[in-house]
């Protein structure tokens, strides 16, 4: 099995990643969930690349946090736990206000769209200091009917993968739907990690654990920050579940 690396060295004065990872919430061979605020621990972790579904500073209701900082503190937050190379889910404008605040162009931008009775029908990703090679993954064909396709579906074979994305949101009739108000579909989550190179995941805002799970699904070591520790369990219970599903298999 593949361990989280420890062998990082660290900057004097801010602690060892022993110290960090001495009681985890949760842990196992390529998972560890940390019931902390991100902006405590990220810079005591390895190098790794960032995935998140942040907050998005709206003023939604999650447990135990203020979602309406004013535009410098959620600038400082995105700034403190998010370095490159970093990979993030946000609604487009802010997605432009975020490359402000980390100081550089995305290599990527795709449009993450799903049908919804909300004003909102899409979101975008954006890679900063790193770029997702497309050819590594594929999308179900748009036409499925037609001979030819039919043909290539026979034979394994699947359409492109475009910057288009259409995977619907977790919705409460989805058997992945958790009790966390802000679940990110495992699909998205697993296609990033999927197309973009990686030896270990980190997100600091773990929520309902979407991004390791999609991790542990691919064998790629991750390691999600959490505050919460209601989501913290939420987190542990699916990837705890995804390792019973392997054992099973």
Request: hydrophobic letters at 35%; proline letters at 6%.
């Amino acid at each position: 099995m593949t361990e989280i690396p420890t062998t990082i060295e660290r900057s004097e004065g801010r602690g060892s990643l022993h110290e960090v990872l001495a009681s985890p919430y949760y842990k196992d061979t390529l998972c560890t969930i940390i019931n902390a605020d991100s902006r405590d621990v990220m810079h005591k972790l390895p190098s790794g690349l960032v995935v998140s579904d942040p907050p998005y500073n709206v003023g939604y209701h999650y447990d135990g946090y203020k979602d309406n900082l004013t535009t410098e503190e959620y600038q400082e937050l995105i700034r403190s736990v998010c370095p490159l190379p970093c990979v993030l889910i946000h609604y487009a404008e802010d997605l432009c206000a975020l490359s402000w605040t980390l100081e550089e162009i995305p290599e990527k931008m795709v449009a993450w769209v799903y049908p919804s009775n909300t004003a909102r029908q899409w979101r975008g990703i954006a890679w900063w200091g790193c770029k997702p090679d497309f050819d590594k993954d594929g999308q179900d064909y748009r036409n499925p009917n037609d001979k030819r396709i039919r043909e290539r579906i026979a034979r394994g074979e699947r359409a492109r993968l475009y910057d288009w994305w259409e995977i619907n949101q977790v919705k409460n009739v989805s058997n992945e739907k958790t009790e966390h108000p802000c679940q990110i579909p495992t699909d998205v989550m697993r296609r990033i990690l999927k197309i973009t190179d990686c030896k270990l995941v980190i997100d600091p805002f773990a929520g309902s654990g979407t991004t390791l799970v999609a991790a542990k699904q691919l064998g790629i070591p991750s390691i999600g920050i959490e505050r919460n520790e209601k989501y913290c369990a939420i987190a542990a219970g699916r990837v705890a579940r995804e390792n019973a599903l392997g054992l099973a298999g």
